[in-house]
Structures are given as structure tokens and as C-alpha cells.
């Protein structure tokens, strides 16, 4: 795959790069015959990799490609107009590296200008700062062999819980992948196929036309298409990836806006087609009714309502699902040894919570009064 980019590192970073070289190069034979690693078993699979600006988180997530059991025919990073070194730790590590001439300004844009190339059965996504369990790709490809099946994703998990917003999506990811997708994915119906880390046919791919810049969702997008045309698409909780998430506030907003927005447009976009697919009719209006009339309650009625009848009690509306939210979230980081973790960043999630229903209310507002929003901004 060629790459308009020209771009060199200097010599300091030269010496950085080489030492990349030499770690992810052993003697592999050596190993084999000695017992220590498996034969090498690849996939018919392309593994897309946008990348604006990923010079420090990109390497994990090539190398944490380069170790799976099943690893890909192909890792192609799209430098998409990126000004730090991305492009050239990424080559350092021999992987394609695409440059378009111009910035196409969108993770879709980028992935894109890579599958024009793709000529393997399966594609796959993953973000420049993602990371994957070892046997990742693996779980994924199993999937795809079922009839009918276009996509699947796998179980997303913050690779840093430390801050209030890390702490915050901790405890909203372990909720919703313990929870909500595994009852989607019993109707066949997730409702996304997280933008962080899926996998797809490429020719069901290729067909919906790869990812859509029409909205600032385009995982949820592609989803909703590929359900709208009856392909399926499958959770697998055995298949774990680790994004980094948003670690202040300022990033946090930016992300949260686009998904709200992201959300309300395919909304919009795809109403029709969506009444017509059972189940996830109901689950885009669970979805939306979180994100309207419970963002009501949940930021004007329950303090109006606390004024009025002059009782503090009535903010415990705030946290009375407390109890039935921890049963899932438990369940979940019990076994992966993070009880504590989990309990001590209960409150981060409320917050982040609060903050989210603001964001969605504002979204909701500003697409239906004409003021959309359509600037991607870098964030999962």
C-alpha cells in the first residue's frame, strides 16, 4: 500500500526507532524450536489504524497487535496530517504507514483512505491509543464465522482508571458491557459496534460504502446500516481492548459532544429504517429517552421538586439506582481482582453521569433547532 508521506525522523530519534527494530525482532526460529512460542498463525485480516497526533500511544497499540495468537496479514496506520512523529515510530515498527496528501479531518476520512486498499476477507478498526488482550483477534474472528454475521466488537475496559473522568467511564463501561450489551447481543442487536476495537467483512464493509462522514457517529452509523440491511452483528465479552480515556475535563467535553451529537444525527438519519428492525427499535428509544425526559428529571425536577416540598431527601433520586448499577459493575470487576477499584470510583461515575445529561440535552436541543454540529474533534 504506497504512502505520500516523505517524513524522516532525526537522528536522535533515528537511534529510538532502530531500538524498536531490535525489540520486536528475536530470533523467532530459536524460540519455536525451543518450545517457548508457538508457530506464528495469521488471518486473512486488515487491521486500520487512524492516527492524527499518536506518536506516544501508538507503538502499544502496534505491538499489542503484533503479539496476538492470531495476528493479521496487514497493520495499516493512516497518518492523517499528524505533526508529531506518528507516521515514523509507526514504519519503525514495519508496519504500512498511508499519509494522505491532505488531512481527510475525520477517524472515518482516515479509515477510509485505507479500505480503498484492503483486499483481505476481514477488516478490522482499532484506535491509535487501544490496546488489545493477546487473544483479542482471535474471539472476534470466531464470531465472524457465524452465517450472516458482518461485525463484531469486543468488551472495552479503560486502560487507566486514576482521574475522576478515567474513574467515571470505568464504572459506565464496566455497567454497560456487563449489563446492556450482553442483553443486546442475546437479541442480536448491539446496539454499536464500538469505534475503538471492531472487526467486519470486508465485503459487507466495502458494500455500505466503509465508514460514513454524515454523522459525527460513524461506528453507530455503520451499525444501524448493516442491521437496516439484515446482516448481524455480534458482542463478544471474551475480547478485551483497553482505550485510553479522556483524563480532564476538557477532553472529556470534547468527547462527550461529539458522541451526543453523533447520536442525535443518526437518530434523525435513521428513524425509518430503524422501526422496522425489532429490538433495536427498542433499544434507540430506551437510548433516547435516557437521553431526554431521564436527563430532565435528572437536571431540572429532582431539585425543583427538593425546593419545593423543602426535603434534601429527594436528591437521593440522584443515586437510588446506586444499588442495582453495582450488582452488574461487581459482577464484572470481581473476577478481574478490581472490587476496590470499583467501588472507590462509584462516585466519579454519578459525576460523570450529570455531565453527560447536560451534553445530551444540549445536543438534542441544538440538531433540532437547525444548530448541528459537524466538526470531528479527536477523541473515541
Known amino acids: ?145 457465524a452465517p450472516g454475521v458482518a461485525a463484531a466488537c469486543g468488551f472495552v475496559i479503560p486502560r487507566n482508571v486514576g482521574t475522576l473522568w478515567e474513574r467515571g467511564r470505568y464504572i459506565e463501561y464496566l455497567f454497560a458491557f456487563s449489563f446492556y450489551k450482553q442483553v443486546q447481543d442475546y437479541y442480536e442487536k448491539p446496539l454499536i459496534a464500538s469505534g475503538c476495537f471492531s472487526m467486519y467483512k470486508s465485503k459487507s464493509l466495502i458494500a455500505h460504502g466503509g465508514w460514513e462522514t454524515r454523522t459525527l457517529a460513524e461506528d453507530m452509523d455503520l451499525t444501524w446500516s448493516l442491521y437496516e440491511a439484515g446482516e448481524k452483528v455480534r458482542f463478544v465479552p471474551e475480547a478485551f481492548c483497553y482505550p485510553i480515556e479522556p483524563q480532564t475535563y476538557q477532553f472529556m467535553s470534547r468527547q462527550l459532544k461529539r458522541w451526543s451529537h453523533g447520536f442525535v444525527q443518526n437518530v434523525r438519519l435513521h428513524w425509518r429504517g430503524v422501526l422496522g428492525v425489532p429490538y433495536l427499535r427498542s433499544a434507540v428509544a430506551v437510548s433516547l429517552w435516557d437521553a431526554t425526559l431521564a436527563a430532565v428529571i435528572y437536571l431540572l425536577l429532582l431539585p425543583v421538586l427538593a425546593i419545593y416540598f ?52 444540549r445536543a438534542v436541543f441544538s440538531e433540532l433547532l437547525g444548530r448541528g454540529f459537524h466538526t470531528y474533534e479527536k477523541g473515541h
Open 1 to 145: 500500500m504506497p504512502t505520500t508521506s516523505s517524513r524522516t525522523p532525526s537522528d536522535p530519534q533515528r537511534k529510538l526507532l532502530t531500538g524498536f527494530r531490535r525489540a520486536r525482532k528475536p530470533d523467532y526460529l530459536a524460540l519455536v524450536t525451543t518450545g517457548k512460542v508457538r508457530p506464528r498463525r495469521t488471518a486473512p485480516l486488515t487491521v486500520i489504524v487512524p492516527a492524527y497526533n499518536e506518536a506516544e500511544s501508538i507503538a502499544d497499540t502496534i505491538r499489542s497487535l503484533q503479539a496476538q495468537t492470531i495476528q493479521p496479514e496487514e497493520i495499516v496506520v493512516v497518518d492523517d496530517g499528524s505533526s508529531d512523529e506518528t507516521g515514523a515510530v509507526a514504519r519503525a515498527l514495519g508496519v504500512t504507514v498511508v499519509r494522505p496528501q491532505v488531512g481527510t479531518g475525520s477517524k472515518a476520512g482516515a479509515q477510509n483512505f485505507a479500505l480503498s486498499q484492503v483486499g483481505t476477507e476481514f477488516t478490522m478498526a482499532i484506535d491509535a491509543d487501544t490496546t488489545l488482550a493477546p487473544d483479542a483477534i482471535e474471539k472476534l474472528l470466531a464470531a465472524l464465522d
Open 310 to 361: 423543602r426535603s434534601p431527601w429527594m436528591l437521593l433520586g440522584y443515586v437510588i439506582d446506586a444499588p442495582a448499577l453495582m450488582i452488574p459493575v461487581l459482577a464484572a470487576a470481581i473476577p478481574r481482582g478490581e472490587t476496590k477499584r470499583a467501588l472507590a470510583s462509584m462516585p466519579a461515575f454519578f459525576v460523570l453521569r450529570t455531565v453527560n445529561a447536560v451534553f445530551f440535552l
